[in-house]
């Protein structure tokens, strides 16, 4: 059974920080590209990160570059998301996804991806 459990979300104040992390089983680990949507309340699902299975190369959405970071631990078939100088307009849903064959023109399309996992919900207070 491919699971892709995520967690670290909460409330936390504008400026703060949050570390998302998805623990996987299920599936072959390395094999996958990870990445992270979020979807806030009346808004689409959005890209966020992605992170690479063959070069650890990453995505990052433009809303979240330089305060954002993902990283992989094949080790332990985890992926984090290092969440920092967060904003309001960061609040929303986030999702853990992970797929086999992602090419970069297609990182921020949701059907591109194999497997989701439940979300974890982030609050930034101003």
């Known amino acids: 059974e491919v699971q892709l459990q995520a967690s670290g979300g909460g409330l936390v104040q504008a400026g703060g920080s949050l570390r998302l992390s998805c623990a996987t089983s299920g599936f072959t680990f390395d094999d996958y590209a990870i990445g992270w949507f979020r979807q806030a309340p009346g808004k689409e699902r959005e890209g966020v990160s992605c992170?690479?299975?063959?070069?650890?190369?990453?995505y990052y959405a433009d809303s979240v570059k330089r305060r954002f970071t993902i990283s992989r631990d094949n080790a332990k078939n985890t992926v984090y998301l290092q969440m920092n100088s967060l904003k309001p307009e960061d609040t929303a849903v986030y999702y853990c996804?992970?797929?086999?064959?992602?090419?970069?023109?297609?990182?921020?399309?949701?059907?591109?991806?194999?497997?989701w996992g439940q979300g974890t919900e982030v609050t930034v207070s101003s």
């Open positions: 992170i690479s299975s063959l070069d650890d190369s990453t």
């Open positions: 996804v992970a797929g086999l064959r992602i090419i970069l023109s297609m990182i921020r399309v949701p059907s591109s991806y194999d497997y």
